[in-house]
């Protein structure tokens, strides 16, 4: 996992770091999170897997929901010339970010999660205090 940080330019796009791209490829789906706060960005393949899960559920109108809050409202974009994604402004507002904002963007191999720097720091806060204790089960840790 890494962390960089970047600023939204007024058109709504951000710079994604060459390390950030590694294993996204060219089209990438932004969607909200589970988490609040956090936007994320998938590759093709993985992002097709998330609608591969869907299919695969019993479709409660629960499901339904979460279906159309994930997936319905998801962009589907890809890198510019200059290693740049846009993203619209509905999917800002979702994590409060505005053109200037600075934002913290986390790599995990296929995915990438986005928030706002002020979120980053409250995070960074809490993690502070919080007991580990339920990461002794991860191994090398």
């Excluded at 060459?18 to 589970?34: D, Q």
Aim: negative net charge.
């Amino acid at each position: 996992m890494a962390l960089f940080f970047n600023k939204i330019d007024a058109k709504g796009r951000i710079f994604i770091p060459a390390k950030a791209k590694t294993g996204m490829g060219e089209v990438m789906h932004v969607m909200i999170s589970r988490d609040k706060q956090f936007l994320c960005v998938y590759n093709e393949a993985r992002f097709q897997q998330i609608c591969d899960s869907f299919d695969d559920l019993e479709m409660t109108e629960e499901m339904r929901a979460a279906q159309r809050a994930f997936l319905g409202k998801q962009q589907e974009c890809e890198l510019d010339s200059q290693g740049r994604i846009s993203i619209n402004s509905s999917l800002w507002d979702k994590i409060g970010a505005l053109p200037q904002t600075e934002v913290a963007i986390y790599t995990y191999r296929d995915k990438l999660e986005i928030c706002t720097k002020v979120h980053f720091e409250e995070e960074e806060a809490k993690i502070a205090d919080m007991d580990f204790e339920a990461l002794s089960n991860v191994k090398g840790l």
